[in-house]
C-alpha cells in the first residue's frame, strides 16, 4: 500500500510483535482521543434525568436487587422474589450495584449504561487503530457515537447497552489473538462470550461462526493448536456463562423465583424457547404475540392484542406480528433511521478491504494479512447479525440494531482509511467518491421520511456530499488546506444525519418497553404489527404516542389504549417531580398497559406504604409494568403475577392463595382495560395467561374493591366471604 502526504488516516507501516505499532503517536491523537470519548459522554450523560425510569420493568428489578441480594443474584422483579426477569442477570448487576452506592434514582439507573456507551468507542477505537492507525479509529469511534440506536440505548437501561460493549470486547480480542495465535487473547475473548449470554442469551453466540472459522483458517499457527486454542475459548466461554445457569437450574425451585419467561420454570427452556428459536421462527409460547402463527382475535392478539399486525386478527404478515422479514428489512421505516445511514457504505467498503487486502497471506503474520482478517472479522459480525435480525419472524424491535452499530463503524472507519492511503490510483479515489455519493444521497432518502424534520438540513446534506464527492478526485491540486476542505466537508455530509437525529434523541425522554431514536417516520415496518403509514392516530407533538389508561387513544392495527408505549417515535413522557420519575410511562391515570407502567398518585402510594414492613408483598398485580410502577413509586415489593406479559404460570392460583391466607399480600391491584386485560380486565394469552385470570376472578369473587388513585385496590386482608 502507497503512503501519501498529508496522511489524514495514517496507517501504521510496521508493528512489533505485540502488535503495538512501530511509528510514533502523532502529536494530536491523545487529544482527539480524549476529545472524542468526552464528546461521547457529553452526548450520552445530556439530560440524562429526562427517561426517569425508562424501562420500569428492568428498574424495579434494579430496585429490587439494591435491597434483596437474593433479587439481585436472581434478577428478581421484587424484592420479594417471586419471579424473575425475562433475561439473565448480567446487565442488571452494574446499576444494581449503582443504585446500592448511590440511592434509587434516574441517574444511578442509567450512567452505568452511558459509561458502557463510552467504554464501547474505547474498545472499538483500540481495535482499529492497531491496523489501520488514529485516524480510521476516531473516524470509527464518532461513526459509532453518532449512531442514533447507539446514542438511545445507552442512555436507557435495556439489556443491549452491555451486550453491544461485550460483543465488542469479542471482536477486538479475536484480533488480538490473531497477531501472534495468542491463547490468552482468545481465551478471554471466549469470558466476553460467556458475559454476553448472561446479558441476553442466546444473541450472544450470533457473532461466533464466522470469527471461530475465521481464526481456525487465518491464526499463524499449525492447524492442531488452533484448535486446541478454540476449544480452551469455548471451554472459558462456558464457565462464564455456565456457572450461574448451573446454580440456578440445580437450586431448589421452591427456595428461589420463578424463571420469568418460561413456561416450566426453567432458565434451560427461556433460553431455547421464548429468547432463543422462538425469536426466529416466531413460535414464542407465552410472548407478546402468544406463539400462535393463525387464529382468532385471541391467537393473534397474544397477550391483550399486542402485536397484532395489519389485516386485523389471525392474519399474519411474512413476519408474525413484528413487521416483514427480508432483506431490506433494516433499510426500511422506522429501522433504517435507527442504523442504516452508514450501512450502504459499510457493505462496499467490506467488499473493497477484501479486494486491497486480499493478495495477503492466509497467515495473520503482516500487516495486510491483519488488516484484512479485520475487514473479515468485523464484516463477518455485521453481516451473519443482519442475516439474523432481516429472518427474525419473532419478537424484533428497532432497538436490537444496536448490536451492529460498532461493526457498521469499524468497517467504515477502515475502509475510508485504505481507500484514503490508496488515492493516488483513480480506481480508489472515485470509489471513495462513489461511497460519499450514496451515503448523501442514502441520508437524503432516510431525513425524508420524517414529514417537516429539518427540511434544511436534508438538502444540505446532498448538496455537500455531492459537492465534496465531485471535488475529491481534483482535491489533491488543491494542496493541504484543500484536501483537508473536502475531507471536512464529505465527512460532515455523511455524519450530519445521524448526528441530528442523536440531538433529537437526547433532547427528550424515553420510557416504556418499546422505544425508538429520533423523530418519529412514516412507513415504520420494524415494530409492533409491522405498522406502516403516515402519523399514528393519538399522536402529539413531536411523534409521541398517547396511549395508555382511560381515555388513551386508540391505536393501529387493533391494539388498544395502553399496548404501546410513549417513546415510539422518539418521544416520551417522564413525568418528573424533582425527585424522579413517580408516573412510570402510562397514559391519563390508573393502571397502564402491557408494555407501559402505570400513573401513580400519592393516594396509591400511601396505600401501599401503610404497614407494607408487615408484608412479603405490598400489593400483587397482573404483568411487570403494572407492578413495577407501584413497586418503583412506593419503594415496596409489588408481585407482577404472570411475569412480563402476564402469560407465565406463576404463581397458580393455589400459591396465591396460599400467599393471602399466610398474611404475605397486602393488596390486589385490579386492571382497568390495560393491555394485558380481556373481557372484565382478566390477562390472557399464552398458557399462563388463565392463570393470573383465574386469581384475578377469584380476587374479585373473595374480596371487596375500592378506588385508590384511580385503580381498583383489593384488600386481601378482608375478605367478604
Known sequence: MTTATPAL??????????????VDRPRWERPALAGLLIATAALLLWDLG??????????????????????????????????????????????????????????????????????????????????????????????????PVAALMFRFNNPDALLTLLLTVTVYCVLRALDGARTTWLVWAGVAVGFAFLTKTLQAFVILPPLAVLYAVCAPTRLRRRLGQLLLAGAAMVVAGGWWVAIVELWPASSRPYIGGSQTNSFLELTLGYNGLGRINGNETGSVGGGARTGGAGAAAGAGGYGMPEGGPGVRTGGGGWGETGIDRLFAGNVGGQISWLLPAALVLLVVGL????????????????????????????LITAVVFSS??????????????????????????????????????????????????????????????????????????????????FAARLGRSGLR??????????????????????????????VTAGPAVAGGRGGPGGMRGGPVPGAGPGGELRAGGPGGAALPGGMPPGAMPQGQGGQGQAGRDG?????????????????????????AKAALRAGAGTYTWAAAAVGSQNAASYQLASGEPVMPLGGFNGSDPSPTLEQFQEYVRDGR?????????????????????????????????????????????????????????
Open 9 to 22: 488516516f495514517p496507517v501504521p507501516e510496521a508493528r512489533s510483535r505485540t502488535g503495538g505499532s512501530a
Open 50 to 147: 429526562s427517561s426517569g425510569y425508562a424501562n420500569s420493568f428492568y428498574s424495579a428489578a434494579v430496585q429490587a436487587g439494591s435491597e434483596s441480594w437474593k433479587a439481585f443474584f436472581f434478577g428478581s422483579s421484587d424484592a420479594g422474589n417471586s419471579i424473575t426477569v425475562d433475561k439473565p442477570p448480567a446487565a442488571l448487576w452494574p446499576m444494581m450495584l449503582s443504585v446500592r452506592l448511590f440511592g434509587l434514582g434516574a441517574w444511578q439507573i442509567l450512567v452505568p449504561q452511558a459509561l458502557m456507551g463510552v467504554g464501547t468507542t474505547a474498545v472499538l477505537y483500540a481495535a482499529v487503530r492497531r491496523q489501520f492507525g488514529p485516524g480510521a479509529a476516531l473516524l470509527s469511534g464518532a461513526a459509532f457515537a453518532l449512531t
Open 355 to 382: 479486494v486491497v487486502t486480499w493478495r495477503a497471506r492466509r497467515a495473520t503474520d503482516s500487516l495486510e494479512g491483519m488488516a484484512r482478517a479485520a475487514f473479515l472479522a468485523w464484516g463477518g459480525a455485521l
Open 392 to 473: 427474525m419472524q419473532g419478537i424484533f424491535h428497532e432497538y436490537y440494531t444496536v448490536a451492529l452499530a460498532p461493526f457498521v463503524a469499524a468497517l467504515v472507519g477502515m475502509g475510508v482509511a485504505v481507500l484514503w492511503e490508496e488515492r493516488s490510483s483513480r480506481a480508489a479515489v472515485f470509489t471513495l467518491s462513489g461511497v460519499l455519493v450514496l451515503t448523501a444521497v442514502w441520508s437524503w432518502v432516510l431525513l425524508g421520511r420524517a414529514t417537516g424534520y429539518l427540511p434544511w438540513l436534508r438538502w444540505t446534506v446532498l448538496l455537500g456530499g455531492l459537492l465534496a464527492a465531485a471535488a475529491l478526485p
Open 485 to 514: 476542505l473536502v475531507a471536512a466537508v464529505g465527512l460532515g455530509a455523511a455524519l450530519a444525519g445521524p448526528f441530528a437525529y442523536c440531538l433529537t434523541t437526547v433532547s427528550t425522554g424515553h420510557t416504556g418497553s418499546i
Open 579 to 603: 425527585r424522579g420519575v413517580e408516573r412510570v410511562g402510562g397514559g391519563q391515570g390508573g393502571p397502564g398497559g402491557l408494555l407501559n407502567g402505570a400513573r401513580v398518585g400519592a393516594e
Open 665 to 721: 399480600i397486602h393488596y390486589f391491584i385490579a386492571q382497568s382495560g390495560g393491555a394485558a386485560a380481556g373481557p372484565e380486565g382478566a390477562a390472557r394469552g399464552g398458557p399462563g395467561g388463565g392463570t393470573s385470570s383465574r386469581i384475578e376472578s377469584w380476587v374479585k369473587a373473595t374480596f371487596t374493591a375500592r378506588t385508590v388513585g384511580g385503580a381498583a385496590f383489593y384488600d386481601l386482608t378482608a375478605p367478604t366471604s
